[in-house]
């Protein structure tokens, strides 16, 4: 009970700390004047009516990742075919693709159809879906290392358990006598 205003206050002050570097995220920056910048003043962007929604959707994209047996392949369109559960998904191969078969840099031309890969994908706006790393052919010895490192890492994290989570020094939720 002597503790208890502590840990309030203690709540309260983490609450406030970790409730203002997200309003400060959204706040906008102000530029502070330094001794270096000419004393032009500060212009601002303004959203033009013109401007398209494609460019706020692109911050939006993320990796998604992929991986079975290539069904088929196009040179000319530059795109690929992998077979899925469901359905079979058509990836695009651009400048940015990276492509990689037993470690090594690999093109276009390596991929061929019966062959095993695996990769990330980037979802377009437009619906098409553009690869990004392209690992042809089974996992190498260093992938295979790599995936039993991060597994064994993490069952040895789990086994061990956070001492600040630990059920023993939880509070119950029965009432005290």
Known sequence: MKY?????????LALIGIGLPLSASGAPSKASPSPSVSPRPATTMKASPTASPAGSAAAKLHA?????????TDERAKTFTIAGKEKSRSLKITEKTVIMKAGQPATIKDIVANEEVRGTYYKEPDGTMEARIVNLGPLTEAEIAAQEAHRQKRADRK???SPAISPVSSPSASPRI
Do not use: P
């Open 159 to 161: 086994a061990s358990g």
């Open 4 to 12: 208890n205003h502590f840990r309030i206050l203690g709540a309260g």
């Open 64 to 72: 998604i990742t992929f991986h079975g047996m290539i069904v088929s």
